[in-house]
Every structure is written in structure tokens, then in C-alpha cells.
């Protein structure tokens, strides 16, 4: 697409603030995109890294779990499992990283708990929600292990939700970019250099059609 | 204050229930399917998915990924993990970059 313009003085001098518009946003949106990108791939190596240490936390938790399912019976199971447990409860607050908004999350713990209060420590300090004497402690192991993974699983959670944030922002910044760069600017000189090179004609032939006039002029 | 659904096979998200994870057992498309229709409707943060599961409701979990919550997390599956959800951050940093940066010289 061409940027019609009419080939008058005026007119130059708003191609040319145009230009230096459009180079402005571009830097700024290259320092934008640029930005975005270091917090992106830093969080993005930590996401991985994450997602490892859960899939094997996992695996091992899913291992108890079945071996606690092997010797109990179903029914002992399910009725053990039918009570939920204390934590679970997700606090949501936002923070802002070059103005897209990503969600952080935490876990809540239930202050139901009277032993967390006495050791402090948070990990211990769940009761279970079952009664011991039909559970076996493979249960409890099993369970154990798959409370010590929720938190875990809540961070990748928020950080895999501020990846695809950040990841649709990236991108669109990446096109905002480009469009300038390699559409607009381009398309905005060309427009200068063709309303320049129209002036400089009418120049030249209102010289020569003066020179013209004088030699016409001086004749009589 | 919202909380963690887990949805997937009975066996997989069981282990969940006593943390405090509302589990969602199912065992067919079409259970599973009811379910995420119930997680939507109620106050969830996080939606855990397994693997199998995610496979089978992509479509449907597809429009989540673009909603504020909740949070759409896939977990490895309990038998065979198959890096779904590994598969889904390669894409998004792919998209992203504009080019896999995440795993490149690894395969």
C-alpha cells in the first residue's frame, strides 16, 4: 500500500513527524519485546525445571498410593479418601510485568490445625483426615507425599499461566514491531522521498518558466 | 476463597482428595466432559488434568488456557508419563520465539 500524499510543503513536514513517530514506538517496543523476552525465558527454564522435579515427586507418589491401595481394601480406601483434608484453599493476587498481568498463587493453610502452631513447621503440622487404626501407614506415606507436592504443583500452575500470558504478549509485541519496522517506516520515507522529488519539479519549472518570462520580456 | 479441582482416572487424582484437592474421578470422555462443565461452574483456582485425560478434552480445554481461572495445569500420568504438558510449554515458547529454543540439541 502506497501513502498518497499531496506534494505540498505542509504535508512534508507531517510525513516527516509521522516518521519520527513511528520511530519512537518502535524503539520503545523493541525495549518492550526485548524485556518481555528476558523475564520469559527465564521464567521459562524455571518452569521445566519445576515440571521435572514434579513428574519424578510424582511418579514415586503414585508409586505409595498404589502400594497403599494394594493392601487396603476399596471400601477402607474410599471411606478414608471421603473426607477432604485441611489445606487446598488458593489465594490469588496479580502482578504486573511490563503491564501484562500474571497471576501468583499460594496455597492457603486451613489454622483448624493445632499442631502447626506448636511445631511451626507447616508440612508436618497436617492431621489426617482418617482414622489410624483401619489405614495403613502406607496411606499415610502416600498421602504425605502428595501433599509435599501441592505447593509445588500451585508455583507451576502460575508460572505456566504467566508463560502463555507472557508468550501472546511476546508475540504480539513481536508483530507490533515489525509492522513498523519493515511496513510503516519504509512506506513513510518512500511517501517523503516522492513529495521531495514533486517539490524540487515545481521548482525547477517555476525557474524555468521564469527564465522563460525574462527572456521574453527583455526581447521587446 | 477458590480452590484445586483435580480431574482424571479414579486411581490418579484419589491420592489428591486428602490435601485439600476437590478430585474429580473419571472414567470415560463423556464423565469427564460433565465434570469440567461442574469445575467451571464452581470456584476453582487451578484445574489439575491428567495426561490421558487432557488428550481426550483438548478441544474443550482448549478456550481455558485464554481464561483467568482457572489455571489449567496437565500432570504427568500415573503409569506412562508422555510430556503432554512439557509438549504445551514447547509450543507456547515456539509461538512465542518463533523458534524452539526450549529443546533444541536434546532430540
Redesign the interface.
Given at each position: 500500500m502506497k501513502i498518497r500524499a499531496n506534494a505540498t510543503r505542509q504535508e512534508l513536514t507531517r510525513l516527516k513527524a509521522r516518521i519520527r513517530m513511528a520511530q519512537r514506538g518502535h524503539r520503545l517496543l523493541k525495549d518492550k519485546r526485548d524485556q518481555l523476552?528476558r523475564e520469559?525465558?527465564s521464567i521459562?527454564h524455571e518452569?521445566?525445571k519445576l515440571?521435572q522435579e514434579?513428574?519424578e515427586r510424582?511418579?514415586a507418589?503414585?508409586r505409595s498410593?498404589?502400594l497403599a491401595?494394594a493392601v487396603l481394601s476399596p471400601s477402607v480406601?474410599e471411606e478414608?479418601?471421603m473426607v477432604?483434608?485441611?489445606?487446598?484453599?488458593?489465594?490469588?493476587s496479580y502482578r504486573h510485568i511490563m503491564n501484562v498481568v500474571v497471576?501468583e498463587?499460594e496455597i492457603?493453610r486451613?489454622d483448624d490445625g493445632e499442631l502447626q502452631d506448636r511445631d511451626g513447621d507447616e508440612d508436618k503440622g497436617m492431621l489426617?483426615?482418617?482414622g489410624l487404626a483401619s489405614t495403613s501407614s502406607d496411606l499415610d506415606e502416600?498421602?504425605a507425599k502428595?501433599?509435599g507436592i501441592?505447593p509445588l504443583?500451585?508455583r507451576?500452575?502460575?508460572i505456566?499461566?504467566t508463560?502463555?500470558l507472557?508468550?501472546?504478549e511476546?508475540?504480539k509485541t513481536?508483530r507490533r514491531v515489525n509492522a513498523l519496522e519493515h511496513v510503516l517506516i519504509p512506506e513513510l520515507e518512500q511517501a517523503v522521498k516522492d513529495v521531495e522529488m514533486r517539490l524540487e519539479e515545481i521548482e525547477r519549472a517555476n525557474i524555468s518558466r521564469l527564465m522563460k518570462i525574462k527572456e521574453i520580456v527583455r526581447a521587446h | 476463597?477458590?480452590?484445586?479441582a483435580v480431574l482424571g482416572q479414579r486411581?490418579?487424582v484419589?491420592?489428591?482428595?486428602?490435601?485439600?484437592?476437590?478430585a474429580f474421578p473419571a472414567d470415560n470422555p463423556n464423565e469427564a466432559r460433565e465434570h469440567l462443565r461442574a469445575i467451571l461452574k464452581g470456584d476453582y483456582?487451578?484445574l489439575?488434568v491428567t495426561e490421558e485425560i487432557a488428550e481426550i478434552l483438548e478441544k474443550d480445554l482448549e478456550p481455558l488456557?485464554d481464561m483467568?481461572?482457572p489455571?489449567v495445569?496437565i500432570?504427568?500420568d500415573?503409569?506412562k508419563?508422555r510430556g503432554v504438558?512439557?509438549e504445551l510449554?514447547r509450543k507456547?515458547?515456539e509461538?512465542?520465539?518463533?523458534a524452539d529454543?526450549?529443546f533444541k540439541g536434546e532430540e
Amino acid at each position: 500500500m502506497k501513502i498518497r500524499a499531496n506534494a505540498t510543503r505542509q504535508e512534508l513536514t507531517r510525513l516527516k513527524a509521522r516518521i519520527r513517530m513511528a520511530q519512537r514506538g518502535h524503539r520503545l517496543l523493541k525495549d518492550k519485546r526485548d524485556q518481555l523476552m528476558r523475564e520469559f525465558l527465564s521464567i521459562v527454564h524455571e518452569s521445566r525445571k519445576l515440571r521435572q522435579e514434579i513428574e519424578e515427586r510424582l511418579t514415586a507418589a503414585y508409586r505409595s498410593f498404589s502400594l497403599a491401595r494394594a493392601v487396603l481394601s476399596p471400601s477402607v480406601l474410599e471411606e478414608a479418601l471421603m473426607v477432604p483434608g485441611g489445606a487446598g484453599e488458593i489465594s490469588v493476587s496479580y502482578r504486573h510485568i511490563m503491564n501484562v498481568v500474571v497471576p501468583e498463587m499460594e496455597i492457603q493453610r486451613r489454622d483448624d490445625g493445632e499442631l502447626q502452631d506448636r511445631d511451626g513447621d507447616e508440612d508436618k503440622g497436617m492431621l489426617p483426615s482418617y482414622g489410624l487404626a483401619s489405614t495403613s501407614s502406607d496411606l499415610d506415606e502416600a498421602i504425605a507425599k502428595f501433599q509435599g507436592i501441592l505447593p509445588l504443583l500451585v508455583r507451576l500452575s502460575h508460572i505456566e499461566r504467566t508463560i502463555h500470558l507472557l508468550a501472546d504478549e511476546i508475540e504480539k509485541t513481536r508483530r507490533r514491531v515489525n509492522a513498523l519496522e519493515h511496513v510503516l517506516i519504509p512506506e513513510l520515507e518512500q511517501a517523503v522521498k516522492d513529495v521531495e522529488m514533486r517539490l524540487e519539479e515545481i521548482e525547477r519549472a517555476n525557474i524555468s518558466r521564469l527564465m522563460k518570462i525574462k527572456e521574453i520580456v527583455r526581447a521587446h | 476463597m477458590p480452590k484445586v479441582a483435580v480431574l482424571g482416572q479414579r486411581d490418579a487424582v484419589l491420592g489428591f482428595k486428602a490435601s485439600g484437592v476437590v478430585a474429580f474421578p473419571a472414567d470415560n470422555p463423556n464423565e469427564a466432559r460433565e465434570h469440567l462443565r461442574a469445575i467451571l461452574k464452581g470456584d476453582y483456582a487451578i484445574l489439575l488434568v491428567t495426561e490421558e485425560i487432557a488428550e481426550i478434552l483438548e478441544k474443550d480445554l482448549e478456550p481455558l488456557y485464554d481464561m483467568p481461572k482457572p489455571v489449567v495445569t496437565i500432570l504427568p500420568d500415573a503409569r506412562k508419563p508422555r510430556g503432554v504438558g512439557m509438549e504445551l510449554l514447547r509450543k507456547r515458547v515456539e509461538r512465542a520465539v518463533g523458534a524452539d529454543i526450549l529443546f533444541k540439541g536434546e532430540e
